[in-house]
């Protein structure tokens, strides 16, 4: 291994997955205008369809090198245990990397192959949190755990289907998988983004946190949830997502401060929690209403996932390599906005004017990409070099 004072990307989980996701988040979003856009015809998936790419790709792909980067990390700062690190981080990387690219090349039995290194990635994963929990019985950290293996799970499903096994699995493995990614932002973002507001606005502000809502917003996300994958009740969805985006409102207006919106890193998290509660409302009106089911699925990935994990990124970058986190580099503004752009194009200006779908989705796929070129071009070296306080990790 290089020289960790000078090189030190694999001495932390966030440093090799973060700089992964940046990329993919750049290099995925290119294939697929191509594909969508201008008709390239490119080798994804076999048989499968680039639509079915584009999906499984952006949840597993994009989303699990986010989680995997975020999760080592802060299972470290949990238990006091150091996780993967080296050889065995270098060797996650690696299953991640082979499923990525056995989707995109032109390989003999490339769903096989994508396959194994996606269920080992996965699996693999799970014994690298699951390892310091386990060593110091911190049993509260079993929730999160759990919804690992059930992506794990989840994206099994998917395979199953895109290999002739199981007919209705590339459905549930994609929905499965993109609900499991927003019931994680839902968790880490009630444990950290009161605790960030608190101590970034500058105000003699305390977020409140009622337990009723805890309570209440999971329980009705997972029946949500499962009735939405595994059922056919359109109208009793429609009316669960309009508690939940009730209750998710609750709390965003529980957790708001004037203070906000001059902080790039507390804007850009408390927007994409908003986004979130906004999908299911979109969820309620595409069944009522007949719009198309693609713009809650959108408000959920772009506005939701894809804001939130861009600016936790962006955070806990800064936070472990040493650097200031009130400071942030002031070009996370207009990342964020491009992000913002994103959604709004792929979301909102359909639902004004239809008649320019394509061309909305263009606009969205290059904010996209401006955004996460933004975010690598300036993280990379971060995540690349050692921490400038001199401290491991």
């Known amino acids: 291994m290089p020289d960790s004072r000078y090189f030190a990307l694999f001495e932390l989980g966030f440093r090799p997955f973060f700089l992964a996701a940046g990329i993919f988040a750049v290099v995925s979003m290119l294939l697929w205008m191509l594909m969508y856009q201008?008709?390239?015809?490119?080798?994804?998936?076999?048989?499968?369809?680039?639509?079915t790419w584009h999906a499984h790709e952006m949840i597993y792909g994009y989303a699990m090198a986010v989680i995997?980067?975020?999760?080592?990390?802060?299972?470290?700062?949990?238990?006091?245990?150091?996780?993967?690190?080296?050889?065995?981080?270098?060797?996650?990387?690696?299953?991640?990397?082979?499923?990525?690219?056995?989707?995109?090349?032109?390989?003999?039995?490339?769903?096989?192959?994508?396959?194994?290194?996606?269920?080992?990635?996965?699996?693999?994963?799970?014994?690298?949190?699951?390892?310091?929990?386990?060593?110091?019985?911190?049993?509260k950290q079993l929730g999160i755990l759990s919804?690992?293996?059930?992506?794990?799970?989840?994206?099994?499903?998917?395979?199953?289907?895109?290999?002739?096994?199981?007919?209705p699995g590339i459905r549930w493995g994609l929905y499965a998988g993109l609900y499991l990614v927003l019931a994680l932002i839902f968790v880490m973002a009630r444990r950290v983004l009161p605790f960030f507001i608190e101590r970034g606005v500058g105000e003699d502000f305390i977020p409140r946190n009622r337990s009723w809502l805890d309570m209440a917003s999971l329980m009705l996300f997972l029946v949500w949830a499962t009735l939405d994958v595994f059922t056919q009740q359109p109208m009793l969805v429609a009316w669960l997502s309009l508690g939940l985006m009730a209750l998710h409102a609750v709390r965003l207006f529980d957790w708001h401060t004037p203070g906000i919106w001059t902080r790039p890193l507390l804007w850009s998290l408390y927007l994409a929690y908003g986004f979130l509660a906004f999908g299911f409302l979109l969820k309620a009106l595409s069944i009522w209403l007949g719009l198309s089911p693609y713009l809650p699925l959108h408000a959920f990935a772009v506005g939701g996932i894809g804001l939130m994990t861009v600016g936790m990124m962006s955070r806990v970058a800064l936070g472990h390599t040493g650097r200031n986190v009130f400071e942030p580099p002031r070009i996370v503004a207009p990342l964020f906005a491009a992000v913002v752009l994103a959604m709004l194009a792929r979301v909102v200006l359909p639902l004004v004017?239809?008649?320019?779908?394509?061309?909305?989705?263009?606009?969205?796929?290059?904010?996209?990409?401006?955004?996460?070129?933004?975010?690598?071009?300036?993280?990379?070296?971060?995540?690349?070099r050692p921490r400038i306080d001199g401290r491991p990790g």
């Open 147 to 167: 919804k690992l293996g059930l992506m794990a799970i989840a994206n099994g499903l998917f395979y199953a289907g895109a290999l002739g096994f199981l007919k």
């Open 68 to 139: 995997a980067g975020f999760l080592l990390t802060a299972v470290s700062n949990w238990t006091g245990i150091r996780t993967w690190h080296g050889a065995p981080l270098v060797t996650l990387l690696a299953c991640w990397v082979v499923a990525r690219l056995a989707w995109i090349l032109p390989l003999a039995n490339s769903l096989p192959l994508a396959a194994t290194a996606d269920l080992l990635f996965m699996c693999g994963l799970m014994v690298g949190v699951s390892l310091p929990v386990i060593r110091v019985r911190q049993w």
């Open 38 to 51: 201008f008709s390239v015809s490119l080798p994804v998936g076999g048989s499968l369809s680039p639509v």
């Open 353 to 384: 004017d239809n008649g320019h779908y394509t061309l909305w989705i263009g606009i969205s796929q290059i904010a996209w990409m401006a955004g996460f070129a933004i975010f690598s071009v300036v993280y990379i070296p971060l995540l690349m």
